[in-house]
Structures are given as C-alpha cells and as structure tokens.
C-alpha cells in the first residue's frame, strides 16, 4: 500500500479545488454563451447516446482512482468491522432514501410553485443519483486532511467501490421509479458498469502487472506521481464542458442554481451528523470516526455525472444536479473537516499522533 505521506499530500490543484471549480464553470459559462455551435458540435459527438468526449474525461477522472486502491487490504476491514459496517449502513440503508425525500420536500413541495413539473423530476432524478453513489476519490482527501486513518479509509473506498458495481443500479431504478421517473434497469447498470466497472478493471489490471513488473517504488513514485492531477483536471475540463452546454439555463434563471444546492447541502449536513454521531455511540476513535462520517457526507459525483448524462443527457435537468453538486461539496466537505479537527477530543486517538496535532 502506498505510505500515506506519498499517497496523500494535497497537490496544486486539490489545495485549490474550490478557487479551480468557480473558475471552471465560468469559463464554460463564458464559452457557451460566446459559442454556442462549439457546444453543440461536442454535445453532438455521441454513440449510443454516449457522449464521446465525455466518456474520455470521465474515464479519465475514473482511472487514476482505481490504480491508488489495494484491493487487497479489504481483508483487513474484519479486523476492525465496526467502522465499516456503519458506513455500509449509512451509505446503502440510510443515505438515499434522506436524499430521496429531502430532493421530492423541495423540489415537489416548497419550491413547486416556481418549478416546472417535468424539470422538477429531472433535478430530483440527478439528486437521487448523487445520493446512492457515496464518495470514493475525494473522501481520501477528506480523510487526509481530518487526519483519518488511511488505511481504514482505503479499505472503506475499495469495498464501496464493489458495493456500488452490485447496489447503484438496483437502488437507482427503485428511487427514480418512486419519484415517477422510471428508468430501465440495465440502463443504470451499464452505464454504471461503463465507468466504474471499465476504469475498475483497467485500473486493477495496471496496478497488478506494474507492480510485478516494475516493482513498488517505481509505481509509488514514478506511475502514480502524477495521477491525483489528471483526476482532477478531468473533472474540471468535464466542469467546463457541462457548464457550456448549462450555462444558459443557468444565466436565465440563477435561483434554480440555489434551489438544487439547498437540499443538497441539507443531505451534506445530515447523513454527516448521522455518521459522527454514530461512531461516538459506537465508541470509534477519532481516526476511525472521522473518514467513516466523511464518506458518507460526500459523494462519487463522477459517477453520479456519468450517469445522469449517459441516461437523461448532458442538457438535462438531472445533469445539472449532480454538477451543482460538485459545486457545493468542496466548500461543504472542507467545512466538515475543520468541524472533525474541533470536535476530535470527543473521542479517543487511535495511533497517537493527534495528540501533537495543532489546530
């Protein structure tokens, strides 16, 4: 496994990732109004309703995840099951059904009034698919800067990341069938299966053969020098491609921007508290705590975004939740880190090293 101080050190871009992600969509916001037929040239470029440059990016923000995981080390979570059982809870028993009913409480009930119908379901649909794919890629981020322990949290990352492949589409179809939005099963689960279980393989079959023929200092600290990077400017060169094709709606009517991000950040806070409370009750110590609530909190909203193009297309209204999504997690998450930093007396240090950490 990769040491932590190698694995984790925040790179240029994930120090800066809110500045980069308000950059990023201006710039797509810029470019959509100033050329408009560049937009719909690349949002043209599709096979089987999959988007061509998207599919490129997303693997490419996909890729660079699934290399860093040592699979192996799942074997290791029965060593300490209780964290991970109450992240498999949270994130699968509890988590999509608060996002279910928190996106149907605004965007049926309290914002109704000001929503069109039909759009209303599409917001509600991309809130549901961010709230079933819980966070693998930034909670090692989170986790890393709470002082969590990252082995547990590379175990946790590597068991959602199967989890997923086996429960997002069935949880998918079930919560957009109740919100009158049915979608076909296999719809979900291919296009789940295109870009995590692609990027999954690919990334298990690089790590293994690289490792056997190249050795583990060589993949630590040549192959994967760089690959937290390309994961992030593929998320943000897809932020500015899907804020080109958003951004009209966006600068018709800014309040809609608003009206997605309340309830998400409502689900943040909550599923959150749910967690942390949770480990307290549980008796975690801190470094267990603290990447077991975050992973929860935060969400894979590549593959939230991948899907809701894949389904409802890269215009939709569904395509436009997971992004404001991504617009309101980094600010959130980051604020959720320092509240964990605060709050760390409440539980027992683990390894000791908390004990010298200044605020």
């Not at 943040?268 to 992973?295: H, R, V």
Request: some cysteine.
């Amino acid at each position: 496994m990769l040491s932590e101080e190698k694995a984790y050190k925040l790179t240029f871009f994930h120090k800066y990732l809110t500045i980069w992600v308000a950059l990023c969509i201006a710039i797509g916001i810029g470019l959509g109004s100033a050329l408009p037929g560049l937009a719909e040239f690349l949002n043209s470029l599709a096979i089987a309703q999959v988007n061509i440059p998207i599919a490129i990016l997303l693997f490419a923000m996909m890729y660079p995840i699934m290399v860093q995981i040592d699979f192996s080390e799942v074997v290791n979570a029965f060593k300490a099951p209780k964290p991970v059982i109450l992240t498999l809870v949270v994130n699968w028993g509890i988590k999509p059904f608060t996002m279910f009913f928190f996106a149907w409480l605004f965007m049926r009930v309290i914002f109704a009034p000001y929503l069109d119908a039909d759009l209303a379901g599409e917001y509600i649909a991309g809130m549901i698919l961010l709230g079933i794919a819980p966070c693998t890629a930034m909670v090692l981020v989170w986790s890393y800067l709470a002082r969590g322990f990252m082995g547990l949290t590379l175990v946790m990352v590597a068991i959602n990341s199967l989890t997923m492949l086996v429960l997002y589409a069935p949880l998918g179809n079930f919560l957009l069938g109740v919100a009158d939005m049915v979608v076909p099963f296999m719809t979900i689960f291919l296009s789940v299966m295109l870009y995590v279980g692609v990027s999954l393989v690919a990334g298990y079959i690089s790590r293994t053969r690289l490792l056997a023929t190249r050795g583990i200092e060589w993949y630590e600290n040549v192959f994967l020098k760089h690959m937290g990077s390309i994961s992030i400017v593929a998320l943000l060169l897809t932020l500015i491609f899907l804020f080109m094709l958003q951004g009209g709606v966006i600068l018709q009517n800014p309040l809609i921007v608003a009206m997605i991000a309340v309830p998400l950040i409502i689900q943040t806070l909550t599923i959150f508290g749910i967690g942390y409370g949770a480990s307290k009750i549980l008796g975690l110590d801190y470094e267990d705590a603290a990447p077991a609530s975050m992973i929860g909190a935060s969400n894979h909203f590549e593959v939230a975004i991948a899907t809701a193009v894949t389904i409802f297309g890269v215009t939709s209204g569904a395509a436009l939740s997971t992004v404001v999504g991504v617009l309101i997690e980094v600010p959130i998450m980051l604020l959720l880190v320092s509240l964990c930093l605060r709050t760390r007396h409440w539980f027992p240090a683990k390894r000791g090293i908390l004990a010298t950490d200044k605020e």
